[in-house]
């Protein structure tokens, strides 16, 4: 197996001086500024704006241990907390995230190809999404990409799904936010 950090730091020097007074504007102050020098201190700006194609709304109830349904009625699930041994009485929040990138990973997967000439249509895209306790005394996340090519090299495999990795939206969207780790699986 090869991997590939999904992002890499680049440290800056940049002060931004917001003079704003008052509790409210000084806190959106020390919001954009913390902003702004992520996305510095990144290398890396948010998303652009997109022009909307598609909007779907999925309302939930009960958390982590309620329900949730999609506008149109398609999805339509429990949600509970993971078990950390025995089986789930329904879906938890980090399986759906995972079943929605690698979708849009896979997609993006063989827009790349296309443009190469690759021939990805035996492509497995596995992710893998992590949580627990993060260093800040909260929670957060933790991602696995894995793709699996059969009849491509890995070297080939690992340069296509970095392509992927930086045209999917889910990545964008995430990009800078968790550790990513994007891997290329060698063909059995």
């Not at 979708?103 to 790349?112: E, N, P």
């Not at 497995?124 to 949580?131: C, D, F």
Request: aromatic letters at 4%; hydrophobic letters at 40%.
């Amino acid at each position: 197996m090869r991997r590939v950090q999904g992002h890499q730091r680049a440290r800056s020097n940049a002060v931004i001086d917001l003079r704003w007074s008052g509790s409210l504007k000084g806190l959106l102050a020390r919001f954009m500024q913390a902003s702004v020098l992520k996305a510095i201190d990144w290398g890396e700006a948010t998303m652009g704006r997109i022009e909307k194609k598609y909007t779907t709304t999925v309302t939930v109830t009960g958390g982590r241990e309620g329900h949730a349904i999609s506008d149109d009625g398609v999805l339509d699930v429990q949600l509970r907390r993971p078990k950390l041994n025995g089986v789930s009485e329904g879906t938890n929040p980090e399986q759906l995230f995972a079943a929605a990138w690698g979708g849009c990973f896979q997609s993006a997967l063989m827009a790349v190809a296309r443009k190469s000439g690759a021939d990805v249509s035996g492509s497995v895209v596995s992710v893998e999404v992590a949580q627990g306790p993060d260093s800040q005394g909260g929670y957060g996340l933790a991602a696995t990409i894995i793709v699996d090519i059969p009849g491509m090299d890995e070297e080939q495999t690992q340069e296509l799904a970095n392509a992927a990795h930086q045209m999917c939206p889910y990545s964008k969207a995430i990009r800078g936010n968790i550790d990513v780790e994007v891997t290329a699986r060698s063909p059995r």
